[in-house]
């Protein structure tokens, strides 16, 4: 495993854009000097060039270029995190920088593929959704906070101005996502299966039955894809019913612990939404917003669709 990490606790802020572009660029060329020369007093101390040059071109030459790169919340408040896709690896970059705008912390290493998914993803559903909450920090993503729940997206579909509703929003039926087919990401068979429970009024919730009317599926690799929040009796498969990638399985509703219609999705480690843990998703081949991305786990406000 390839890591550097150095922080400078003092006068430490978050890493711009123009930032965390430099260092990319001058990596992908192989100016590490240039980097180097961008690092602060104290760390080009700790870091001197021979080992700083030492450690990009290791990385080069196991990981590649970098190909691509989304930033995804922060560590420790003031390092900006990048999900970062190089040639033949996946790896976090965490940097920060001073006042100066000096790169003082510096910390890159692999993604760790046990708590990612194995089986291979499609998005649950067609055409364009919004990600109203998915990432890795509560900022970007309030199911953080639970362990259950850690790794859990909650899709919805929006206009091209941000309105996820036409009207006043006081109905269901104005939701765009109301209604809407849910469409298995992964063949496998079908585990639980719970139906029955109304659909809220938009603004109203049912903390009686947080997941509302769902879905379980359990995948070859033993993984579990879960559905919350739908529509009551649209649920389309049955327990033990085995299905293919991109079945139908429910259409997208509004109830249990939901104050408008929207998709709760998220892989478990076994059946029971409360007695596990979550996988971070992450999808084979989409596209997210106008981009070509692949192996991607989308993060809050990404528009998103399958590649057909």
């Not at 104005?174 to 087919?181: I, L, N, Q, T």
């Not at 559905?227 to 293919?244: N, P, R, T, Y």
């Not at 076994?270 to 596209?287: A, Q």
Request: proline share 3%.
């Amino acid at each position: 495993m390839l890591s550097l990490n150095f922080s400078n606790a003092q006068e430490q802020t978050t890493a711009s854009q123009e930032t965390v572009k430099f260092f990319i660029e001058n990596y992908n060329a192989g100016n590490f000097e240039e980097i180097y020369s961008a690092f602060s007093s104290q760390m080009q101390r700790t870091l001197p060039k021979k080992e700083t040059n030492h450690f990009l071109a290791s990385l080069r030459s196991e990981a590649g270029k970098v190909k691509d790169y989304k930033f995804s919340g922060y560590l420790k408040e003031s390092w900006a995190t990048y999900n970062t896709r190089f040639e033949y690896e996946k790896f976090q970059l965490h940097i920060s920088s001073d006042k100066n705008s000096k790169i003082n912390g510096l910390l890159i290493k692999p993604i760790k593929k046990e708590n990612m998914n194995s089986t291979n993803l499609i998005l649950p559903f067609k055409n364009e959704w919004y990600v109203g909450w998915g990432g890795d920090t509560e900022e970007l993503n309030y199911h953080v906070k639970f362990e259950s729940q850690k790794h859990a997206f909650d899709f919805l579909v929006m206009n091209d101005n941000g309105r996820s509703y036409l009207n006043e929003g006081t109905e269901n039926d104005d939701f765009y996502a109301f209604g809407k087919e849910i469409i298995s990401p992964a063949s496998g068979k079908i585990v639980s299966v719970v139906d029955g429970i109304h659909d809220n009024k938009p603004g109203e919730t049912n903390k009686m039955h947080i997941p509302g009317n769902s879905v379980t599926i359990k995948t070859a690799k033993n993984e579990f894809l879960f559905f919350a929040h739908l529509k009551q009796g649209s649920i389309q498969v049955k327990v033990d019913e085995e299905i293919k990638q991109g079945d139908v399985i429910a259409l997208c509703g509004n109830s249990g612990n939901s104050t408008e219609p929207h998709l709760h999705f998220q892989i478990q480690t076994n059946k029971y939404i409360d007695s596990g843990s979550t996988l971070k998703s992450f999808f084979k081949n989409i596209e997210v917003n106008g981009t070509v991305q692949k192996d991607y786990s989308p993060i809050k406000g990404d528009r998103i669709k399958n590649i057909p």
